[in-house]
């Protein structure tokens, strides 16, 4: 059968019709389903074929030893990786006495539908066997975002011809094996087969699983129940060390149909004993067949419709970057939304990449998006920065250093990143973290938050760095030997980004511990340490070109050679793998954005003229080898007047993943680049800025873009912005409060139930527009698709 190339253009979801092998991996990522506690994969119902098998749990891993070829001090000597856990999705199925399997006998239809509204993937299959017996497919299967341990299969088997045997065998199997992630034996030894086996239980047509990781000890508990309907069946549940399994049989006339409904529930502990996370499990397990499939599916809905009602972004004009940006947002929600106190992993819960760990980027790109579409989520990604504190502590005492060190790379809170010059010494993760509680507190009004959770976060990390910098004889503050975010540059001083983020920490500190006394006296902040936090922020380096009227990346950045971009060939990029760092690391070529990153997240340090400048000098170094660059550059695109420029980042950031641009995906989504969609939308064409003058809005349509719209929730708010060419309209409502706003500077009051619309003024010529390096404008990257 025909299969197509790309996935189906829906609005409120994302398809994929016919059957494609090569592909198969790329699919299973795009269809995962998560609440951010449990994560599935959209691997098929049998199991098999399989690229990426995928069962996680939010903060399960195991433990292995990092070797180095030449160790040194405070390097970490234990590694973490995201493991399998006991899987409870898959479901076989045979025909008479032949396996379902697609590759086999002919395959009629087969469609897969990502629905974004129900949360819920769809499959529907048409299948023969070899022998000829015809049968018709249709499972649905939902990850709960209303009952967090749970998630829930509708599979529904049709005999098209008959009379035919079926049977069905329902599983949890541990200890599958993960894809490679470390060529060194000694890594991969204990990720071969994690689990020890604790215990098994089985009842009617349910069953319990107990395992222990055998390093991490961190205790497992999957329990499924079964409700059969449709059909006579006879049903039987068996279980050993790694399978639990029910088979149910059954003989089926032409016509006659076979529904069988799968809730599997899912705990994992270090702390409570192996029968509380049985009881924890079986508890869930067993509300879930109470409830059954279909209030299962209204509560999801019903959240969901909740979610979309505040926050969706309409794009009118274009079909594939509305499915694009409705994908982002869905995905970004699926990784916060139910993590409660545990990280947001690079990859979410999509697959094995980055070995599960998260990085600065979920502060720096996704906690803006949740702060103004899914607050909660946010508040409870930073309790769990906060609940590692003392990891993070002892981090900063290792390195000779005050204060906390949050880590580059972890799950648990402890560093897991070997390669310093672009690990440890990236210290501006800890005004990242900072920075979120900072806008958080500022878009949410919750200063409860701020007190119990911000100010912690916000003293330790102000104390790294007054301890991380220097004074020089002129009284100004350095901050030597650091690397900032482009990761073609590295062990820099004072590079702009880092020292306007550690700025804005400091004085964000200060003003918090003078809010929050008693917790500041709880930490022993003094009012002169405080004086010192603002005196220090005042005195912070922030380096300029006088020569070239620009500001620089970092110290002396302007002054280093470029890079030879038109020597470069198109097929030598990414540049890391085809060139050594250290060359890298002394020339100006930028990975992705930095200082333009610096422009947008800290704006009101730059003027106008000074933003435009600094963007055109740093397009033409800007390669982009990194998934996170686009969606930045398409903000500042707009910011300074280049919408065509800003439409064709937006468009490659809405397809990096969907397009898989950089044919990286089959281990999982970049959850902070489908961020960066949103920011590119909202921030970019709506011109949304946030500081601590409140919220400022510029926005402005861009072809092929002919209406746009967003919403965002702002204490206890939500404001919904409408965009037409000429004007736009600003509508508040879930309050009895006015909102003060800027519309193009002009500061106005949005009233409860008063639409208030605005009109846009004319875009003032931007001049001439910037040049990219040689093959990499997003024109060409997206012709090229790398």
């Known amino acids: 059968m025909r299969h197509s190339s790309r996935f189906d253009v829906s609005a409120w979801g994302i398809g994929w019709t016919g059957w494609d092998s090569e592909r198969q991996a790329r699919r299973e990522s795009v269809f995962s389903l998560s609440n951010g506690h449990i994560g599935w994969r959209g691997t098929l119902d049998e199991g098999d074929p399989c690229e990426v098998s995928g069962a996680y749990l939010n903060g399960l891993f195991e433990e292995h030893p990092m070797p180095y070829a030449e160790d040194g001090y405070g390097y970490p000597d234990v590694g973490e990786s995201l493991i399998n856990a006991p899987d409870g999705k898959v479901i076989r199925l045979l025909v008479g006495d032949e396996p379902f399997d697609i590759r086999e006998g002919r395959l009629t239809t087969h469609t897969q539908f990502l629905d974004f509204r129900a949360g819920a993937l769809t499959r529907e299959v048409e299948w023969t066997s070899p022998a000829g017996r015809s049968v018709r497919v249709r499972s649905t299967r939902l990850v709960s975002l209303t009952h967090r341990a749970v998630a829930a299969i509708d599979y529904r088997v049709t005999a098209v ?205 996704v906690l803006p998006v949740l702060t103004y579409t899914l607050p909660d989520a946010a508040a409870d990604a930073l309790r769990w920065r906060r609940s590692t504190l003392d990891h993070a502590r002892h981090r900063a005492k290792q390195l000779h250093l005050a204060g906390a060190a949050f880590p580059w790379r972890t799950i648990s809170g402890r560093e897991c990143s070997g390669y310093w010059p672009a690990g440890t010494v990236a210290f501006h993760i800890n005004a990242d973290i900072a920075a979120a509680v900072i806008r958080h507190v500022r878009a949410t009004g919750d200063v409860d938050f701020e007190g119990e959770v911000g100010v912690e976060i916000l003293v330790e990390t102000a104390r790294l760095w007054v301890s991380l910098g220097r004074w020089d004889d002129a009284g ?237 929730r702002v204490a206890g708010a939500v404001l919904r912005v409408d965009v037409e060419a000429d004007a736009a309209t600003y509508t508040l409502t879930a309050t009895e409060q006015p909102l003060r706003l800027r519309h193009f500077g002009e500061e106005v009051e949005v009233r409860p139930g008063a639409p208030l619309t605005l009109p846009t003024p004319p875009l003032a010529h931007p001049g001439p527009a910037p040049t990219q390096p040689r093959g990499r404008s997003p024109r060409e990257v997206l012709e090229s698709g790398a």
């Not at 049989?249 to 049985?278: P, Q």
């Not at 340490?529 to 220090?536: F, Q």
């Not at 954005?593 to 055109?616: G, K």
């Open 476 to 712: 100004v503050f350095h901050i030597d030997g650091i690397t900032g975010p482009d990761e073609y540059s590295a062990l820099v001083d004072d590079n702009t980004f880092t020292n306007l983020a550690a700025q804005s920490n400091l004085r964000g500190a200060a003003e918090a511990a003078r809010r929050h006394p008693g917790e500041a006296r709880r930490l022993r902040v003094t009012d002169e340490e405080i004086g010192a936090w603002e005196v220090t922020a005042d005195a912070m380096a922030v380096p300029f070109d006088a020569q070239r009227n620009v500001h620089e990346q970092s110290a002396g950045f302007t002054r280093r050679e470029r890079w030879d971009f038109e020597a470069t060939a198109k097929d030598q990029y990414p540049l890391q793998d085809h060139f050594p760092y250290f060359d890298l690391y002394r020339k100006q070529v930028l990975k992705q954005a930095d200082l333009v990153l610096a422009l947008q997240f800290h704006h009101e340090c730059f003027t106008e003229d000074e933003t435009a400048r600094a963007f055109a000098y740093y397009e033409e170094l800007t390669v982009r080898d990194s998934s996170l660059s686009s969606a930045t550059q398409s903000v500042v695109a707009a910011w300074v007047g280049h919408l065509g420029l800003a439409i064709d980042y937006l468009t490659e950031a809405a397809t990096i993943d969907l397009d898989d641009l950089r044919d990286d995906i089959d281990d999982g989504l970049h959850v902070a680049a489908l961020a960066g969609v949103w920011t590119a939308v909202v921030s970019g064409l709506g011109g949304m800025k946030d500081g601590p003058d409140g919220l400022a809005f510029s926005p402005r349509l861009a072809e092929p873009t002919t209406g746009l719209g967003f919403g965002i």
């Open 161 to 365: 011809s008959g009379p035919v045997e079926i049977t069905v065998l329902s599983e949890i199997v541990a200890n599958e094996p993960l894809p490679p992630v470390h060529p060194d034996d000694r890594v991969m030894e204990p990720l071969e087969r994690p689990f020890e086996p604790v215990d098994h239980t089985v009842s009617g047509t349910g069953a319990t699983m107990l395992h222990r990781t055998r390093r991490s000890g961190i205790h497992v508990a999957v329990a499924m129940e079964h409700d059969i309907s449709g059909a006579d069946a006879s049903c039987g549940t068996d279980a050993d060390d790694d399978i639990a399994r029910t088979t149910v049989t059954a003989r089926l006339a032409a016509g006659d149909s076979i529904r069988i409904v799968k809730f599997v529930a899912h705990e994992w502990s270090d702390a409570v004993t192996d029968a509380a996370l049985r009881d924890r499990a079986e508890a869930a397990v067993s509300t879930a067949a109470r409830l059954g499939w279909d209030a299962l599916a209204t509560q999801q809905r019903a959240c969901l419709d909740e979610y979309w009602d505040a926050a969706d972004v309409r794009i009118d004009g274009s079909a594939r970057l509305q499915q694009a940006a409705r994908f982002a947002q869905f995905q970004v929600l699926q990784a916060a939304a139910r993590a409660e106190v545990r990280s947001i992993p690079g990859k979410g819960l999509t697959g094995p990449g980055y070995e599960g760990h998260t990085f600065w980027d979920a502060e720096a790109f």
